[in-house]
């Protein structure tokens, strides 16, 4: 089983609320990714976790509060978002971050719009 | 210049064409390789994975990597219009360290049209 499910599919937000994207994967997996795409762009690394610890943190603005609570969860909580930060948001996962290990297995992603 | 560049097209071609997708990059970092497929509004689906020049096969898919000339390749053979979808290339460094450890570099994506 090489799936990684993400809840919502879609979701609509104002620039005041609060809301989380979950992301979930049951292939062992001690890597977890975050990634926001545009429309016609490749996806861009936003966060990575390994065995729960944040790894990397691309510089993202402190309104993306990762969450990783066990080695099968990720969570993004958003809060304060802002109308360009409207993009599909994707999980992925993998065995681990280095050589053949970072072979990274992609959700369907959140389709977020902010008004 | 991009660390790695793919044409984005868009590339159209009949039933049955065999298609061919290409990414170069310039990193000599890079010792792994992956293809992945990507209909509109959905994830990307990871359809191959390679780690040393030659090709590797997978039904209609073959994945081709020339390290000497940083050139990668995907042929699909026999194209069908399901296979109508944007094709990332992404790549990523041996025994990375520090802050690339698990970075994917993407292509741009390349947009295919198979049509009947």
């Known amino acids: 089983d090489t799936e990684v499910t993400q809840t919502p599919k879609h979701l609509v937000m104002g620039m005041t609320n609060k809301k989380s994207l979950k992301c979930e994967q049951h292939m062992g997996h001690r890597a977890m990714y975050w990634y926001k795409q545009k429309a016609k762009k490749p996806p861009e690394l936003m966060f990575v976790?390994?065995?729960?610890?944040?790894?990397i943190n691309e510089s993202v603005p402190s309104r993306f509060s990762p969450e990783c609570p066990n080695s099968s969860l990720l969570n993004l909580h958003l809060h304060a978002l802002q109308p360009e930060d409207s993009a599909l948001y994707l999980c992925?996962?993998?065995?681990?971050?280095?050589?053949?290990?970072?072979?990274?297995?992609f959700g369907p992603g959140t389709r977020l719009t902010v008004l | 210049q991009k660390e790695v560049e793919q044409d984005p097209g868009p590339l159209s071609v009949p039933e049955g064409a065999i298609v061919s997708l290409n990414c170069t990059y310039s990193?000599?970092?890079?010792?792994?390789f992956m293809w992945y497929r990507q209909y509109s509004r959905k994830g990307p689906e990871l359809l191959m994975y390679t780690y040393s020049s030659g090709n590797k096969e997978d039904g209609r898919f073959t994945a081709q990597v020339d390290k000497s000339s940083k050139y990668i390749s995907l042929f699909i053979r026999d194209s069908q219009p399901s296979d109508s979808a944007t094709y990332l290339c992404?790549?990523?460094?041996?025994?990375?360290?520090?802050?690339?450890?698990?970075?994917?570099?993407f292509g741009q994506g390349t947009i295919l049209t198979v049509h009947p």
């Open positions: 992404a790549m990523s460094a041996e025994n990375a360290g520090g802050t690339s450890y698990g970075k994917l570099t």
């Open positions: 992925a996962s993998s065995q681990g971050l280095t050589g053949p290990y970072n072979e990274q297995f």
């Open positions: 976790y390994s065995y729960e610890k944040l790894s």
């Open positions: 990193n000599s970092a890079f010792q792994y």
